[in-house]
């Protein structure tokens, strides 16, 4: 198996273009050509995780965090980000990233935040927005399918649950070839009217490329009639957080217990207890101060994330109950979920869940 199936694959759930601008997301050192030993997949990438993938045969890590933000114009090794890429290189060992793009993804981070804390229906906290592409292609009628079918199998059509999604409208379509075309239908010089279906349908921006030549490879026709239209829609199956009610309410306290047996963690900084029930819950892995306004608006009872600053919990406004329960601590359930996306579509592929914790934050 090369880099480049597992790389792949994680890039068809979690595009690259669906990482936020500040990100890093992708391969950071190594070649996609090379052939796969084991991949060792972490939170972080540090010294310690880089020499366990020595240890442990993996010529590839794959990480939530990337160990490159931004650029590097030496390598001195005087600090951790240039020790941790001059040894992966000395010893080729491919360093790969899936963060942000990996948060936005619908099945992705809170999503499996979300089962750990026996949540079900869960929606997006907030969507992404700008995302979404309707096509509308005309097509002969007797090939309207045929072009349909090979849409959708580039991912065209898919609106959350449902897949094949389209619309079509049948009508009249008048043209005429001159001396050099070679039309399918018609005959040069002469005006040519021909049954055909206006086929419509959605698709998320990443996967336009994909669809474009799913259309030039299905369509009949030597010049192709079709609109891409950029939508103002929300894209509800993308972004960030999450947001779901509890089957049955239950008392402040007990939900933070829930948080504290569920995140195996310490201590939880939180808001001042509001002597409420607790019935609907958002929550985002990380740093996900930035979400507070749209979990209040969602009308959350609690608010489950990592990394608030003191002046942020004043935003609360004795609305929410803020939970901070630490950034690693809130991401910890990232490397089993990136284990059983792979081992989904490489049912034989067992890559090693590191043994090393990289949570810089000690409690004493």
């Not at 009508?171 to 206006?198: I, R």
């Not at 991401?331 to 090393?356: H, N, R, S, Y």
């Amino acid at each position: 198996m090369k880099i480049s199936e597992i790389t792949s694959y994680l890039e068809s759930l979690a595009p690259l273009s669906s990482q936020e601008n500040y990100d890093n997301s992708g391969l950071i050192t190594g070649s996609k050509k090379d052939e796969l030993t084991n991949a060792l997949i972490s939170l972080d990438c540090t010294e310690a995780i880089v020499d366990e993938a020595i240890k442990r045969n993996c010529n590839l890590i794959i990480s939530h965090h990337p160990i490159v933000f931004k650029g590097l114009k030496k390598f001195t090794g005087k600090n951790y980000v240039e020790r941790v890429i001059i040894k992966a290189i000395q010893n080729d060992i491919a360093i790969y990233a899936c963060h942000t793009n990996l948060d936005n993804f619908q099945h992705g981070v809170n999503r499996k935040i979300g089962e750990m804390l026996g949540l079900k229906k869960m929606h997006i906290l907030e969507p992404v927005k700008d995302k979404l592409i309707k096509m509308a292609v005309f097509v002969p009628v007797e090939h309207t399918e045929k072009v349909a079918e090979s849409l959708f199998n580039a991912g065209a059509g898919q609106i959350g649950n449902y897949s094949d999604c389209a619309f079509r409208t049948e009508g009249t379509g008048s043209f005429k070839a001159n001396e050099s075309a070679n039309p399918f239908v018609g005959k040069q010089g002469e005006k040519h009217f021909e049954k055909e279906n206006k086929l419509e349908m959605i698709f998320s921006s990443h996967k336009l490329n994909d669809v474009m030549h799913a259309l030039r490879s299905s369509h009949p026709y030597e010049e192709i009639a079709y609109d891409l239209i950029p939508l103002l829609n929300d894209n509800r199956f993308e972004g960030a957080g999450m947001v779901a009610d509890l089957e049955e309410p239950v008392s402040e306290i007990a939900m933070l217990e829930k948080i504290k047996t569920t995140f195996n963690t310490q201590v939880i900084r939180h808001t001042e207890l509001l002597n409420k029930q607790v019935k609907r819950i958002a929550w985002c892995g990380g740093s996900g101060s930035f979400l507070l306004q749209k979990a209040k608006l969602a009308k959350a009872d609690i608010f489950i994330t990592g990394d608030f600053k003191y002046h942020d919990f004043f935003d609360a406004e004795n609305q929410i109950v803020i939970a901070d329960i630490g950034h690693f601590e809130s991401e910890q359930f990232t490397i089993e979920l990136i284990k059983e996306l792979l081992q989904e579509k490489f049912p034989t592929f067992a890559p090693c869940l590191a043994e090393t914790n990289t949570n810089p934050v000690k409690y004493y």
